[in-house]
């Protein structure tokens, strides 16, 4: 058990590397540096936005200084403006700064009203987040404050999510919950007090008692009020004034049924928080923060230079032909026009083969393709190669700044360090591309110093790996219509006169710039492609090249939607690999395509520990769910291993439909680079958009001022076209990047892993039985099958949480876990007595057959609440006034609560037939008849299953 825990915290840090690698904000001295909040590009230019990003960030330093104890403030904040803007003197160039490594995302979603602030999250707790995304109308319509709060303190409620892991204390799907034998709102502190009630059109009533459940209607909700008494906390509502600090172990409530207890296994957010690796070196200090310092960078088209190895080791597995045919890809179809490109090869020296050269139509395409390297000799001189990309660079502007280098190699190189400074001051991005199994240890650092993307590719031709890497090169600039999207990427090993057969879906959001390359190795193979219409497009519609060994296919126009068919047969004499390439891009400007962004967990690890992959496939902002995810992992050894990635919150995903796909990977094969490619297909009828429902600012509903509730207006709802949501099939392909992988050991690898924490279980009572749900774990984290489970029980929450050994025990020898991510479903055969307001809590561990243990799952509440009955002489529609306090106790005989503002009166049916004495006998035999079918429901028993 000790051993698992170490792991499991171990795992914990690595992950959180992953999030960080994109960021570049560091806490020095209690200040955050090198903030970056980008604008997208489809926002029209308003000065007003520059105005309010800094009063946010303004009100939210002194803010965040005092809600952290006087840890943190904000210090330097660079606002990325995009390029459609009118530059201005006081704007600057980016270094290494772009949109898709912004912590702050300014930017409308692909929907109407839909102004939540949220964080998007992959991680478990303490794990950073990806970014945080504010709209247009959030940021300059101040009405909105009143539902979220005034704007600085939401953002330290979302910098809490990004930076520090934490979660939401509040729970739309769950307002409600049991706590002895009373109702209360899930909230943090408790000590929040307000009301329950019902409001609609600004007047508001007594809540109604839903009739199988006893709580309180689902349009039911607690309003707070506007004065309180205590002082936390932020992750549940921020826009309270008295909120000014996060829950503490003081003020905790770990029985709320919220994300923040569940993720965090019932810990505060603020042992969270000051457990990050921000405060460790970070004590708190008594200074005044200063202003916090805003710099204004201005977005450019991109400067890029290929910086290509020609050293002799590239002729071996026909290295350099693969180089010119990836590299032309990039050329002709993935860099961006109005873009500036230059070419370096290096060996034992270096030589700029051309200078930059503007990307303004398919002329200058081929002319720098035609300039790719063709011939390889020497040794490696990685630094000269680099420090003769800078020179190129500079012919644009006479400096570096934000411009981009593209460096490939396949060799070993001692002297790689020499210019790791010149690199890091350069203010440039290196990607880097690592061919082969040998190619430099330290080559990604360049990417780590600089911000840029890192890529792998071994000499299996199957997994097209090189050309992955350079359709993965991209702009980061925000703007999804010019970037072109990778629709198809595989390879087959044929025979003579095989044949290789597939179907590409090109969908509504895509079409624009189609093309299909073909490449082979020996002999021109037979081309056929069909078009959803019937029309086919023989080789001879291809664009042949017999040097580069590539066939292009051009589509005019826009390419018609729907199913697209090739077949490929070899008619070389011999086996050879043939690979096949579809890229598109956007068909609309104003509508976001489909995309799939993909990660590995963390740039190096050592086993045991796993790699966690990552796949968001989104529209814009909106998460696309219920799609077919592969990931491809080509390990050091040179296999690939297949690998579905799932959306189901279990194992490694964190939130359920959320659009996020992942899974831990643990089949390992040797020491050294590990790279994945991962494959979306959407399915017609099948796939859909949703909205983001986790880690988000609470759209406050309004307050109890004066005994009363003064509702604030109803969120507006999120537009439902299904021109929005409907997306039909689609095919998408995106590189992961590559992770270096260390201590592997030799031979028959020993089972170090457990099973994967439980998050999801669920204590309903059906019928006379106890049912509890969940999905199944595996037995290594989410794969394979547990060997068995321990289930335990106790009325008392805390013995559960703290001392889970010795609650009591569940009998489970009748239950054989399932395959991991399949549902488990288990009825509880204990004979428990339940009396109305009686709450069992539930909890699980699972065993592997190594007898390793998963964490104690969350913990999950069966609650006997009978629907509360409302006597016929009591009034059914209670004045406006009347509302349903915060926490209500039920007595034995659960007679419906009546309330005033901060009073509670019970009625008590003896009293009330004592009062009605007068009434006619018919009334009186009703109301004996009701409290006689109560008391039975009250003491009922769950008998065994």
């Known amino acids: ?135 247009s109308n959030f940021m300059l319509n101040d009405t909105l404050t009143a539902v979220y709060g005034a704007r600085g303190r939401v953002f330290v409620h979302e910098w809490a999510h990004l930076q520090w892991g934490v979660f939401d204390e509040y729970n739309d799907l769950v307002p409600f919950y049991l706590s002895n034998q009373q109702i209360k709102a899930t909230r943090c502190s408790k000590e929040l007090t307000g009301m329950v009630g019902s409001c609609t059109g600004g007047s508001c009533s007594r809540c109604g008692i839903n009739s199988s459940t006893g709580f309180p209607n689902s349009d039911c909700m607690f309003y707070p009020d506007k004065s309180q008494h205590t002082s936390a906390s932020i992750m549940y509502m921020q826009g309270l004034p008295e909120v000014v600090e996060f829950c503490d172990n003081r003020t905790h409530n770990p029985e ?126 990685i630094c000269a190669g680099v420090r003769t990309g800078f020179q190129v660079l500079c012919g644009d502007d006479g400096a570096t700044h934000g411009d981009e280098i593209v460096l490939l190699t396949d060799g070993e190189d001692s002297g790689i360090s020499s210019c790791f400074t010149e690199v890091e001051q350069s203010g440039a991005i290196v990607h880097t591309i690592a061919l082969g199994r040998y190619a430099v240890a330290g080559l990604e650092k360049l990417s780590n110093m600089t911000g840029g993307l890192k890529f792998s590719a071994t000499d299996n031709l199957n997994e097209n790996g090189l050309i992955d890497a350079f359709t993965g090169l991209v702009s980061g600039n925000g703007n999804m219509s010019q970037q072109s999207i990778q629709l198809e990427s595989t390879g087959k090993k044929i025979n003579n006169y095989g044949w290789f057969n597939g179907t590409v879906f090109i969908d509504k959001t895509v079409g624009n710039n189609t093309f299909f390359v073909i490449t082979w190795q020996i002999g021109l193979p037979f081309v056929l492609v069909r078009d959803p219409t019937g029309k086919t497009y023989p080789i001879a519609n291809f664009e042949v090249d017999k040097i580069l060994l590539t066939a292009r296919l051009a589509i005019t126009g ?110 390992f094969g040797g020491n050294g680079r590990y790279s994945v490619k991962v494959s979306v297909q959407g399915k017609d009828g099948i796939a859909s958009l949703t909205t983001r429902k986790e880690s988000r600012a609470m759209y406050i509903p309004g307050y109890v001022q004066n005994g009363q509730i003064q509702p604030n207006p109803p969120k507006p709802p999120v537009d439902g076209d299904d021109s929005q949501t409907q997306l039909g099939s689609f095919n998408r392909v995106k590189s992961g990047g590559t992770c270096f992988v260390s201590q592997v050991p030799a031979g028959p690898l020993p089972d170090r892993y457990p099973p994967s924490k439980i998050m999801d279980l669920k204590a309903i009572i059906v019928e006379d039985k106890i049912q509890l749900r969940w999905t199944a774990p595996g037995d290594d984290f989410d794969q394979g099958n547990a060997s068995h489970y321990e289930i335990r029980l106790s009325k008392n929450f805390t013995q559960l949480k703290d001392d889970f050994p010795n609650a009591q025990s569940v009998n489970t020898t009748d239950l054989q876990p399932n395959i991991a991510s399949s549902e488990e479903t288990f ?99 009703i109301i004996a008849i009701t409290v006689c079918v109560v008391t039975r429901k009250g003491h009922r028993k769950v008998s065994p299953s």
């Open 558 to 667: 826009k390419a018609q939607t729907g199913a697209w068919t090739y077949a490929i047969q070899n008619r070389a004499t011999g086996v050879q690999v043939i690979t096949i390439t579809v890229t598109s891009r956007a068909a609309d400007q104003k509508v976001p395509p489909v995309t799939v962004n993909a990660h590995l967990g963390q740039d190096t690890t050592a086993w045991p520990n796993p790699l966690v992959i990552f796949a968001e496939v989104s529209q814009g902002f909106l998460p696309v769910v219920w799609a077919n995810v592969k990931a491809t992992v080509e390990r050091a050894d040179g296999f690939s291993v297949d690998l579905a990635l799932l959306d189901d919150g279990s194992g490694s995903d964190a939130v359920k439909n959320d659009g996020v796909y992942s899974r831990y990977f643990t089949s």
């Open 1 to 135: 058990m000790k051993s698992t825990g170490v792991f499991l915290l171990t795992l914990g840090c690595l992950i959180s590397v992953y999030v960080a690698r994109c960021s570049k904000v560091k806490l020095v001295n209690n200040g955050y540096d090198n903030v970056v909040i980008a604008i997208d590009p489809e926002l029209t230019e308003d000065s007003r936005l520059i105005t309010k990003i800094k009063e946010m960030v303004d009100s939210a330093s002194s803010f965040l200084y005092n809600a952290t104890k006087h840890r943190a403030y904000y210090r330097d904040v660079k606002i990325l403006l995009p390029i459609t803007w009118t530059p201005k003197p006081e704007y600057q160039r980016p270094t290494t700064q772009s949109y898709q490594k912004a912590d702050v995302i300014i930017a409308n979603p692909h929907v109407k009203h839909g102004d939540d602030p949220y964080t998007l999250q992959y991680g478990r707790c303490s794990e950073k987040g990806r970014y945080i995304h504010f709209t």
């Open 827 to 925: 009825n509880v055969s204990e004979n428990i007595e339940l009396k109305n307001g009686t709450v069992i809590y539930f909890a699980i561990r699972a065993f592997d057959k190594a007898n390793h243990t998963s964490e104690l799952s969350n913990i999950a509440q069966a609650a006997l609440l009978l629907p509360q009955v409302v006597p016929s002489i009591l009034p059914t529609s209670p004045p406006a006034t009347t509302h349903l306090p915060v926490t209500t106790p039920l007595p034995a005989t659960t007679p419906l609560p009546v309330t005033t503002p901060h009073t509670t009166i019970i009625v008590n049916i003896t009293e009330i037939v004592l009062v009605a004495g007068a009434i006619v006998i018919a009334v009186c035999l």
């Open 256 to 381: 709320a049924p919220n994300m923040q207890n569940k993720m965090c296994s019932y810990r505060s957010t603020w042992d969270v928080i000051s457990k990050s690796a921000d405060f460790t070196n970070n004590p708190p200090t008594n200074i005044s923060p200063p202003m916090p310092k805003f710099t204004l960078l201005h977005v450019k088209d991109r400067v890029l230079c290929l910086v290509l190895d020609t050293s002799g080791s590239m002729i071996a597995e026909n290295r350099i032909q693969r180089l010119r045919q990836a590299a032309g890809i990039f050329l002709r179809q993935i860099i961006e026009d109005q873009s500036q490109v230059g070419i370096v090869t290096f060996s034992s020296s270096a030589v700029s083969a051309s200078p930059l050269k503007v990307i303004e139509g398919e002329n200058a395409r081929k002319e720098l393709e035609k300039l790719l390297p063709t011939s390889a000799s020497g040794g490696t001189n």
